[in-house]
């Protein structure tokens, strides 16, 4: 069944370097996935919409510069963090929309910047 | 005022109770509403969703729209410890696939 898959699940980075996390579609295309971001006890905030083959549409408030986004097939979306703070430690979580099963989410992937 | 609003609880319940999570929205065209469980550290799983007035039910769970008052509930019926979790509403803008999350409602369902 229709799956979506996020890479890598926990990540420990030093302030300052770059960080990738990836999102796929498993047995189904997605032409929108979408970011978000949690902190601790707080809700899901969406940080951006991702487009096959386009560019992606941010939040406001998102830094898109901070935060690149790339949606070169049907099935994978890639984040990446770049020059990761502190501050970004979050909870980072993708989503994206099977027709039949609705969005999906993946397993997010918890950020720790040191 | 927000898009998606939420009591964030704790709401405590006994097991075997019935817990009733309410849910408000700003924006009358949304046409799409869905209720997410989410266990601390993991990812949202879905519950349920429902488009049209009225009440939707599957299992224990019952699904409630209203959209002249622009709410929606989630009640859980003969709750179960397992049930502990904060339970998140979620919204579709109009014309939007994207979905606008409230804060949660955190429950605790007591043995």
């Known amino acids: 069944g229709a799956v979506v898959s996020q890479h890598p699940s926990w990540v420990i980075c030093k302030s300052g370097t770059s960080v990738k996390i990836e999102c796929r579609s498993l047995?189904?295309?997605?032409?929108?996935m979408f970011w978000y971001r949690q902190f601790p006890k707080q809700s899901l905030m969406l940080m951006a919409t991702?487009?096959?083959?386009?560019?992606?549409?941010?939040e406001q408030g998102v830094e898109k510069d901070k935060f690149l986004i790339n949606h070169a097939s049907l099935t994978l979306s890639t984040l990446t963090v770049t020059s990761a703070h502190p501050e970004d430690s979050s909870f980072y979580i993708c989503s994206a929309r099977d027709q039949d099963s609705g969005n999906l989410f993946g397993a997010g992937t918890r950020l720790s910047v040191l | 005022q927000k898009e998606v609003e939420q009591n964030s609880g704790p709401l405590s319940v006994p097991e075997g109770a019935i817990a009733s999570l309410n849910c408000t929205y700003s924006d009358r065209g949304s046409q799409s509403f869905f209720w997410y469980r989410q266990y601390s550290g993991k990812s949202p799983e879905l519950i349920m969703f429902?488009?049209?007035?009225g009440d939707k039910e599957d299992g224990r769970f019952t699904a409630q729209l209203n959209k002249a008052s622009q709410y929606v509930s989630l009640l859980i019926r003969d709750s179960q410890p397992s049930d502990s979790a904060t339970y998140l509403c979620a919204v579709t803008p109009p014309g939007f696939q994207k979905l606008v999350f409230g804060t949660g409602t955190r429950l605790l369902v007591s043995p």
């Open positions: 429902i488009y049209s007035n």
């Open positions: 991702s487009n096959e083959g386009s560019k992606a549409t941010y």
């Open positions: 047995d189904f295309q997605a032409t929108t």
